[in-house]
Antibody
Framework: EVQLVESGGGLIKPGRSLRLSCAAS????????MHWVRQAPGKGLEWVAG????????GYGDSVKGRFTISRDNVKESLDLQMNSLTAADTALYYC???????????????WGQGTLVTVSS | DIPMTQSPSSLSASVGDTVTITCRAS??????LNWYQQKPGKAPKVLIY???NLESDVPSRFSGSGSGTHFTLTISNLQPEDFATYYC?????????FGGGTKVEI
């Protein structure tokens, strides 16, 4: 079965760091670009970061640039998101998302995990 | 950034109706426009990619059209399972951006 399973969410204090992970299975992970997309409670969708199949192309949303780092391990078939200097505005459900191609742009979000909730609060 | 303006933000409809949702980009995105459906408590699901291509297993009552800056999602013969929130998303420019969503209610 093709699936993405996120982990690492939880309650964290403002200013602290948190690392999210996504375990992929059921497909050749190293062939596809991957993304993180988040959704604040009751709000819309926001693209957080994306990484190409070979990690050569990486992009970030404006609100997280300089604070978050996306990375992948094609051997372990995993995607990570290192989040630093967290604020209340980062409170959201974070989805791991697979693209149907290797590049981060010019395609779409084909497969979504169920998400992991990050709550930033003192 | 390329803001995506989606309208309406919500609409009321009945089973059997045809509904149209519009998405506009501030500059041309060619046809790099995708549509997603999200039901409460669930992850989004892609319906239409590259403006008019129906994702596999998506019913044919969903259709997309448009190019440049103006795009539409049409749902014909609305079914009970279609009541959800719909989002457009452009993939031509980084950062990738979503519309604000359209909630389709009974």
């Amino acid at each position: 079965e093709v699936q993405l399973v996120e982990s690492g969410g939880g309650l964290i204090k403002p200013g602290r760091s948190l690392r999210l992970s996504c375990a992929a299975s059921g497909f050749t992970f190293g062939d596809f670009a991957m993304h993180w997309v988040r959704q604040a409670p009751g709000k819309g969708l926001e693209w957080v970061a994306g990484i190409s199949y070979n990690s050569n192309s990486i992009g970030y949303g404006d609100s997280v640039k300089g604070r978050f780092t996306i990375s992948r391990d094609n051997v372990k078939e995993s995607l990570d998101l290192q989040m630093n200097s967290l604020t209340a505005a980062d409170t959201a459900l974070y989805y791991c998302v697979k693209s149907p191609r290797g590049s981060t742009s010019l395609n779409w979000f084909a497969l979504w995990g169920q998400g992991t909730l990050v709550t930033v609060s003192s | 950034d390329i803001p995506m303006t989606q309208s309406p933000s919500s609409l009321s409809a009945s089973v059997g109706d045809t509904v149209t949702i519009t998405c506009r980009a501030s500059q041309t995105i060619i046809n790099y426009l995708n549509w997603y459906q999200q039901k409460p408590g669930k992850a989004p699901k892609v319906l239409i990619y590259a403006a008019s291509n129906l994702e596999s297993d998506v019913p044919s009552r969903f259709s997309g059209s448009g190019s440049g800056t103006h795009f539409t999602l049409t749902i014909s013969n609305l079914q009970p399972e279609d009541f959800a929130t719909y989002y457009c998303q452009q993939s031509f420019y980084a950062p990738l951006t979503f519309g604000g969503g359209t909630k389709v209610e009974i």
